[in-house]
């Protein structure tokens, strides 16, 4: 008798489906909690993925090369004087002077970064803003913040606003704008203001700033021209922009790594409790599968029957966690910031794009699906071996 | 299209302590056409040799030719290919699926066939209207009486149209009417041509008009074979 293996086939996956379909309460109950594990390794991988694409985004705007002062092994201040010995190694493009650091909001018990850049500077940069008053220079006691930071200080519509030196006398600034949300992972709790309104808040000396940023016009000179500037002044760190971009991957890649790890060991244990489930087969099953043994259905037949069955309910879980994870990554992953952001006073609202590689999926698909089916089907394997016999 | 088994032994868990010699040098030979009655006690044997017929297993020993082949030597995936083409086989408790309806019990054999859902319709109606159970077709099978479950399993018996027809034990949970409605039945098939195996201590089996021939068992030997 000439079989239609196609039709065959199709025969054996309507009667998986209508097989689902008569334990429909055990198969729904198996693909809730299949798909929120999807759901929380995907969330987790998406965000990582997603996080590092915007700091990618974000590095663009960071210098090629940040200069750094160390004394006893910590960064410390130094003299703008020494962008004049800069000045003499060729290739570099341009040089900023910054004051970078932090200010503790006692009253809203928050941390915020106060950069300070000369006044050219900033307007050159051309940071992206919202709700600017200035469209010039950024004056003497004007400042730009993030929009968490405004909100966190609670200052509305205000624009007038005061923080204190370290003698806590006072210093009056006013808002000449907000960044836009595009920045946030990094401009989150950043206030931008003038170099020598950093100076006075922070009480430097004259000429004192943080470090020095670094602009080359050739790209592909900037690690040569690094050594350069590290060699001339030893007493110093200089830091790449792919050296800053490995460190985020490293921070959110360990991170990531701890989180999943703990995330795929619950995948795991979904995978045992399958395979604990699945072999213990029941009396009725193993009926069921005596009976389509005798009537005539091969070995193989009853594995085609198990692989839809498990197919079915590991892809739909699939499916429907990675939908789920990339809404809720989409919508900020709030489920997950505070383990890859850390537990900041002061978070960034986030504005995130999931994005999905195809190594993402083979990786989900490698530990949910492919577990999952061995985990099904190898037992089914032991009962589709059953002897016709069994039902007599 | 015969059944004919030379010197045929079966021992179970053979080698080991558990052994079970369950036939012994069983020889027979049953025409095509022919309604043949096998009896025993329960332990006799007479299920084994029905399994044997019924292509189930093989043999551990002997020669064992159903059809046109002999199947001493065939592996399991031969004879599943071929149980399924040559042998319909009632259970004693019928051995239907309860959650299936009626016409997907029926039509269950044809789905490794590859028989597309409207041919095994198809297929299905002639026998849903012969049994008298076409007004039950839709019903899960868990739903419907002993007497039509009976009809049910022959039905899905005869939907590949096989040659031979076994039975074991297929009056064993029927009252009296539906036994004698499950003879008529099989003794339609029996004109229709079918050779009719039945496994059966039951006397409205045994001594039925139409069994041809009584085999009997005992301890996995054949005892005095009779014409009745």
Redesign the interface.
Known sequence: ?Q??????QC??L??AL?SLW?RKLKNAGILVIFSLVIFLVASFQLLTRSLLGTADEILAFAPDITLQKLSAGRQVDMSEARLAHLAGIFGIAETMPRIWGYYFDETNGANYTVIGLAEEKIAAAGFPLTGQEETGFLKRGGVIMSPAVRDNMGLGERRAFSLFRPDLSQVSFRVAGVFSKETNLVSGDTILMCLEDARDLFALDDNAVTDIAIYVTNPLEIDNIARKIAEMMPDTRVLTRSQIRKTYQAVFGWRSGFGSICLLSALASFVILAWDKASGLSQEEK??IG?????????R?ILALRFWESGLVSGLALVIGLTLAYIHVASGGALFQPILLGWSVLRPELFLTPALQFSDFLLLFSFSVLPYLAATIIPAWRSAII???T?? | MRIELQNVKKIYNQGMASEVKALRSVSLSIEQGAMVCLRGASGSGKSTLLSIMGCVFPPTSGKAIVGDKQISRLPDRFLTLYRREMIGFIFQRFNVLPQLSVIENITLPLLPLGVSPKERVRRAKPLLEKLSITHRQDFPAGNISGGELQRVAIARALINDPPFLLADEPTAHLDTRLSLEFMDIVCGLKKAGKTVILASHDPLVADHEEVDRIIDIRDGQLVLPKSP
């Open positions: 008798m079989i239609n293996p196609f039709q065959r025969n054996i309507d009667y209508s008569r009926r069921e009976i389509l043994k005798f009537l005539g259905f091969e070995t037949d002897r016709a016999d039902v007599i």
